[in-house]
Nanobody
Framework: VQLVESGGGLVQAAGSLRLSCAAS????????MGWFRQSPGKEREFVAA????????YYADSVKGRFTISRDNAKNTLTLQMNSLKPEDTAVYYC???????????????????WGQGTQVTVSS
C-alpha cells in the first residue's frame, strides 16, 4: 500500500495550492479518503474527507469555503484544492484511507487505515 502526497510548498497568504495524493496497492475506489494536517507541537487534525463515490464531502470549520476535496477513482488520485490560504494553515498535510465499516467517512485520525508520508505547506504572512 502506498499513499504519496505532492504539491506542497511555500506560498504567501491569500494564495493557493493544490495537493495531490497518488494511491496504490489497495482498492482505492471502495475507500473513504481524508486529508489531515499537523503542526509542530499540535495533534494531527482533520481537514477534509470524501466518501468512496464522492457523493459526500466533509470539512473542518476552519477550512470550509476555502478548501475543496475531490477524487478521481479512475486515476486513484485524491486532491485538495486550497484557496485563500492563511498562515495558520501552515502544517504537514497527510492523506489517509479508510476501508473499515464499508469505507464509511470518519474525521478521527485513529479510524483511518493507511497514511502517506505527508507534504509540507508553509503560508507566509
Amino acid at each position: 500500500v502506498q499513499l504519496v502526497e505532492s504539491g506542497g510548498g511555500l506560498v504567501q497568504a491569500a494564495g493557493s495550492l493544490r495537493l495531490s495524493c497518488a494511491a496504490s496497492g489497495f482498492s482505492f475506489s471502495t475507500y473513504a479518503m481524508g486529508w489531515f494536517r499537523q503542526s509542530p507541537g499540535k495533534e494531527r487534525e482533520f481537514v477534509a474527507a470524501i466518501s468512496w463515490n464522492a457523493d459526500s464531502t466533509y470539512y473542518a470549520d476552519s477550512v470550509k469555503g476555502r478548501f475543496t476535496i475531490s477524487r478521481d477513482n479512475a486515476k486513484n488520485t485524491l486532491t485538495l484544492q486550497m484557496n485563500s490560504l492563511k498562515p495558520e494553515d501552515t502544517a504537514v498535510y497527510y492523506c489517509a484511507a479508510r476501508g473499515r465499516e464499508g469505507g464509511t467517512v470518519r474525521t478521527i485520525p485513529q479510524l483511518f487505515d493507511y497514511w502517506g508520508q505527508g507534504t509540507q505547506v508553509t503560508v507566509s504572512s
